[in-house]
Structure formats: C-alpha cells, structure tokens
C-alpha cells in the first residue's frame, strides 16, 4: 500500500508494427491463396496458358507507376506481416536473449527487401 | 516463522505442443514460414523480370520443376490456413454497432468469405482475359 | 454390488515438507451428477484431509475454484465427473500461477494487475455532488456488460501462454476490465488508462492466441477486448505523432 506515487509509462513503438502486421495479414489472407494457385500452380502446370503472364506484358506492366506500386505491395507487404509473426514467435518458442537483436534483424530483413524490389522495379521504369 | 514457500513453475519450450489450441496457433503462426517463402520466389521472379526475357523464362521454367510444383502446393495450404484463421478472428477486432446491437460475428465472417471469393474471382479472370 | 468409481490424480504440494510438487491418486465414487469440486470435498472429507483447494460459491460465480482439469483450465464446480468417466481425470492448480499449496495459487500478482488498470469510475472535471446521479441507457450499458461480467477466476490468465512466458504482461482479465471502464459512458478516465496500454506489457504483449476467451467461464471474450484496444492504442499513437504531449 505504499504505492502513492504515479507510476511513469512507457510508450510502445508497436503500434508501427502492428499496423504493417495488419495490413500485410489482411493482403494474405484476400489474395495471397489465389496468386500461389496462379503464379505457382496453374501456370507451371499449364492450365493457365504461359502467355497469359509473358515477359513482354508483365515488363510493361511493372513499367507503369501503378504496375509497380501494385507488384511492391503484393510482394513486400506480405513479409511485414510475416517477419512481425517470426519475431514474436521467437519470444513464443523461448529464446528470450538479444530480443533487440531479434527484432533488427526479422524487420531489417523485411525492410532490405523491400527496398530491393523497389530498387529493381525502378530500374524497369 | 513463515512456512510459506511458493512453488514456481517454468512455462516449459514445447509448451505449444501440449494442448490442440496452442499447437493450431503455432500453426497459424507458422504459416508465415511459407508466405515468406513465396514472396522470396516473387522476389526472385521480379529479380529474373528485370534480368530479360530468357532470364524470365528461365525462372518460369524453374517454377514446374516436381520441387517447386510440391512447395507452392504445401504454401497454398498454409496461406489458407492463415486466410481461415485470420476470417475466424475477423470479428474479436471488429465491433460494428448498428441501431444499438453489435453485427453478428457470423455475419462478419460470411462477409470476408464473400470477399475472397470475390477477389479470387476476379484474379483469375483478369490473368486468364 | 459393485460400485462404480473413478481415479483423480492430484498434483500436491506442502511447502513445510516438499522440494517440488508430485502427484497422488485418489478413488472416488462415481456419481453422475458429481462435480469435480464435489469430488475434491468427498477426498477431503473421506479420504484425505491434508488436501487444500479453495471454493465457496458452488455456483460459478464466486471464482475460486480454477484449477487445471486434464491439462486445460476450468472451475471445479461447472465440470462434472461424467464429462470424463471412465477415464482418469488429473488435476493440477492453475498454470502460470505460483503454487501456495496443492490445488492453491498465490493470486497476488493477479490481483495487482487488475488493480493497476484502475478498475473504478474516474469522474470528468465538471461532475459534481449536485448534479444528481449518474445516468445510463440500456445503449450504454449494452457496449460493456459483457466485460463486466468477469468473476477474477484466473483462468484466462492459466490459459495465457504470453502471460507465462513474461508475467509483466498485463493480462487479459484486467484488459477486460480496462475496457469495461473505458467504454463506460460514466467514465471520464480513458487518457489515464491509455497510457496503460500503450506500454509494451499492456496490450502490446499479447499475439491473439484467443485461448483465453475460450477457457471463460462467464464469456467474457478477453481476446476480442485486447483487439480492440490494440486498435485504440494504435489511434493514439498516431495521434501522438502530430501531437506530443
């Protein structure tokens, strides 16, 4: 009962995460399924005619601004979602040491390639 | 003198596997492995785009290797998995109140099927048009 | 004539005596409409009266008696033994709770947390004495009444693996009953209790197992409080952006 005094709080950055976490696990869960039948399946087994997804349409659609604004967020978003998941999953499975060191690399990660795919699809423009 | 001497017992590592309810959850967890696995062949296949058109095909042909034919297969059941769940929880973080009662979750979930059913849809149509 | 019985296992503890807890069987009668909690009192009263368990109401609405039935967190009096018969049935004291003794929990770092959220109704500036009590449609109360209706079991907290794994975490009973102030429309309090949460150990510590709201004897859904919750957080933490404090 000696605790009179306000107790100071300190402010979680996760809401950032978080945010990315949601957006990127809602991306996942609308459309990821659908573009592993497409890209995954159904093309490299034929049922969906290769011409259909050919160098020369895909290249100009990654050419435009919108093509490739699309192509980086279905692509890079999803590893947001994904690195937040493996960073708590490292605390969940119990390997509580250099948990800043857990949490610069899953992010870090996500965040070079993110700025990889950019980089290649500005070099596409 | 006290006699008190309070127990403490350590949440063991394998702890997800002990109960059905945590080892789905680690599942749902889990499917991330595999998502992030599939961006990484994106990743590769928008690395190839830029690289031309045989590195591209290249690539294309890659992906019908057995291997890769099996992995997508395994991924897509993950990426479900995670689409089920995710609806599942849909409505715990969505509190719609319309004229003074609270959406049915059961209306809420319908609605996400709906939408990715829609959305599958449509992407099919728009790669295959 | 042969009666028919069942075997409980109990997980016992005496500090004076014990370096760590080990288990003893117990054969009762079996009777269908027996709950666990009565069959604790039949051993207690027949077979061995040096085991400790708490209780009191018999009814699910006291809170006393969580403990851990088959590995998975229940209140004695609302599982019977005919959900089980004929296997064996174990029981343990709760998980992620310090034992005291036997079936019996130290609940002092729960009980601290539910007092941390300030689980009471900060009036606004201008509510005074004279301006009469305080009024509520049957609206208002709808959008909390669910989260008030938590009986302090800890059995969320037994069913919390993130609780478990770092007992900092807040926890989902008093985030529950955060929420039940926070959206009371009496209350005024919601900046104090924000700062509450937007600490790493507020509802930044939980990663949705949604186990806790399944255990809840009273439905109580912690789960789907934290979500929303993590959702106001993440307004104020944008807001806080545009406007430091």
Known sequence: MNELKEKTYKRSHEPVFWGLFGAGGMLCAFITPVMILITGLLIPLGYINRSHFDYNNLHAFASTWYGALIILVLIALPLWHTFHRIFHGLHDLGIKRGRDWQRVLCYGFAFTVSVFIATLLFAMF | ?129 | MNKKTIVIDILRYRPEMDEKPFTQSFEVPYIEDTSILEALQYIKDHLDSTISFRWSCRMAICGSCGLMIDNIPKLGCKAFLRDYYPNKISLEPLANFPIERDLVVVMDDFMQKLESVKPYLIPGDNACMSSGEYQQTPLQMEKYKQFSMCINCGLCYAACPQYGLDNNFIGPAALALLARYDRDSRDAGSAQRMKILNQEEGVWGCTFVGYCSTVCPKKVDPAAAIQLLKVESSKDYLIGLFKPD
């Open chain 2, 1 to 129: 003198m006290s006699k008190r001497k309070p127990y403490i017992r350590k949440l063991e590592t394998n702890w997800w596997l002990k109960t059905g309810f945590y080892t789905r959850y680690m599942l749902r967890e889990g499917s991330c492995i595999f998502i992030t696995l599939y961006s990484l062949i994106l990743t590769w296949g928008i690395f190839n785009l830029s690289q031309g058109e045989s590195s591209f095909n290249m690539w294309l042909d890659t992906l019908q290797n057995p291997f890769f034919i099996i992995l997508h297969l395994i991924v897509l059941i993950f990426a479900l998995y995670h689409s089920i769940t995710w609806f599942a929880l849909a409505p715990k973080a969505i509190a719609l109140w319309v004229k003074g009662t609270r959406i049915e979750d059961s209306v809420i979930i319908a609605t996400h099927y709906a939408a990715f059913a829609i959305v599958t849809v449509l992407c099919l149509l728009i790669i295959t048009l």
